[in-house]
């Protein structure tokens, strides 16, 4: 007994000290381990947050990712690399089979550098098409830093870019004196797919091209893409809720970014926030911020104290509620819901019979939790019916929550009476009437006196 409370205790204490609710072993594969140093600032602040963090490059013979069926990281950061291909031990499919054992991945691009065909194609895989010559620099005319790259233009400064409004996208947004910069940028295109979401859109200035092609004038027919169609940080989240960033500038991830100043064209010297912005999207990535868990569900009849029953009747009313905690970086906080897109709970049995809001309640915030509810009447139908949380959101680990509860008929002594019914009145009356006239009817027929018998006169 004493052993298994020592290892839950073991197992609670490194729930509480991991950084990440899916492990702190994170890998990071670059051309050289002495490029480490480049990113000092970056690798620094995710050892602090508590990673254990390995460096390794493509071509090492010791890299493996999975052993004996499991992972042996639970992240990795893929910057970039003059390698044609990461070999045999990072192909696409081993990279994909990572995702689906739930392990994130950051891709970091350079216009300087190629991609490799293996992250080109693994890319493909989620949706995200790169350049096909496998590089491509994205330019700005209007929002580039006057400071670094006054001629080329190659180096983007964005401020108070916001493509679409999500819960999540305060933590990435930027206020209007907030700048980032993203130099050497490769832009991407994103697919249809429901799972990809951006994170940095380029300016409607902006385009793609390949700078080894063009030497004097760019032709819009050979642009890979321009404007809002081009995404300079993306992200994609598996239906297990891996997570994948792909970055476009892995430069702005270096620590003379870190510290720099910037500016526009006819604006004074900033510095930037590109620090900020690359804790926020690798703790995003690495699954530090938009984690949800379900505390608790309970479900029961509304006047009634017995929590979850497993059988209801038709048309009673139902109290269902839902406790949610969301984590941010080192600590379980209740869930605030956007309240114009709330969780909702799905009745449904082959297809939902009800698809209702569910709203905070008040008061019952506590210093992990949020409680959800909301109350319902069930069908007029019997069978056995699913109340499901089927809450999935951009940039938040997705919410599938199903209890499965039978409903019956009525009972026989459960029928309403017909003199309740005010419908009914009507042939209530006309029985009483039929047996009213009847007695009445009967009672002529008993009561009444025969006729006395005719007497025949003789003379």
Request: aromatic letters at 10%.
């Amino acid at each position: 007994m004493r052993s298994l409370l020592s290892l839950a205790v073991l197992a609670a204490a490194s729930v509480v000290s991991a950084v990440s609710v899916t492990g702190n072993r994170l890998l990071v594969v670059l051309d050289d381990v002495a490029e480490k140093e480049s990113y000092s600032k970056l690798f620094g602040s995710l050892a602090d947050r508590g990673f254990d963090i390995t460096y390794d490059t493509p071509r090492s013979e010791d890299l493996q990712l999975f052993h004996l069926g499991e992972r042996t990281y639970d992240h990795i950061v893929f910057l970039p690399t003059k390698v044609k291909a990461l070999g045999p031990k990072l192909t696409p499919q081993i990279l994909l089979d990572f995702v689906n054992a739930a392990g994130n991945i950051m891709v970091a691009l350079s216009a300087t550098t190629p991609a490799s065909t293996s992250t080109v194609a693994f890319l493909a895989e989620l949706g995200i098409s790169l350049p096909q010559e496998r590089t491509g620099l994205v330019v700005d005319h209007f929002n580039y830093d006057t400071v670094s790259a006054s001629e080329k233009h190659d180096t983007l400064v964005l401020h108070n870019s916001k493509p679409v409004r999500y819960d999540m996208w305060d933590v990435f947004s930027l206020r209007d004196d907030e700048f980032l910069a993203l130099p050497h940028t490769v832009g991407h295109t994103l697919g249809a797919g429901e799972l990809l979401t951006p994170i940095l859109r380029a300016p409607s200035t902006a385009y793609s091209y390949n700078p080894k092609e063009q030497t004097e004038a760019v032709d819009p027919d050979d642009l890979f893409a321009a404007g809002q169609q081009l995404a300079l940080a993306s992200a994609f989240q598996a239906r297990n809720s891996a997570r994948v960033t792909v970055l476009g500038s892995a430069e702005m991830l270096q620590d003379k970014w870190f510290d720099t100043k910037v500016a526009v064209e006819g604006g004074s010297k900033v510095s930037t926030k590109n620090a900020e912005f690359a804790k926020t999207l690798t703790g995003w990535t690495f699954q530090e911020l938009g984690v949800l868990r379900v505390e608790e569900i309970e479900h029961r009849l509304k006047d009634s104290n017995e929590t979850n029953p497993e059988i209801y009747r038709i048309k009673n009313e139902v109290h269902y509620q839902i406790s949610l905690s969301e984590y941010r970086w080192d600590a379980w906080v209740p869930f605030n819901a956007n309240p114009n897109d709330p969780p909702q709970l799905e009745v449904s049995m082959l297809s939902p019979f009800h698809r209702l809001n569910l709203a905070p309640e008040e008061h019952s915030a506590t210093d992990r939790t949020r409680t959800y509810s909301t109350d319902l009447i069930l069908p007029d139908q019997h069978g056995i019916f699913n109340l499901r949380v089927n809450y999935k959101r951009p940039f938040y680990t997705y919410v599938d929550e199903k209890c499965t509860v039978s409903v019956r008929h009525m009972a026989h002594d459960e029928w309403p009476r017909s003199f309740v019914i005010s419908g009914a009145w009507p042939w209530i009356s006309g029985i009483g009437a039929t047996v009213s006239g009847f007695v009445m009817f009967c009672a002529i027929w008993v009561y009444s006196k025969p006729a006395a018998p005719l007497v025949k006169k003789t003379q």
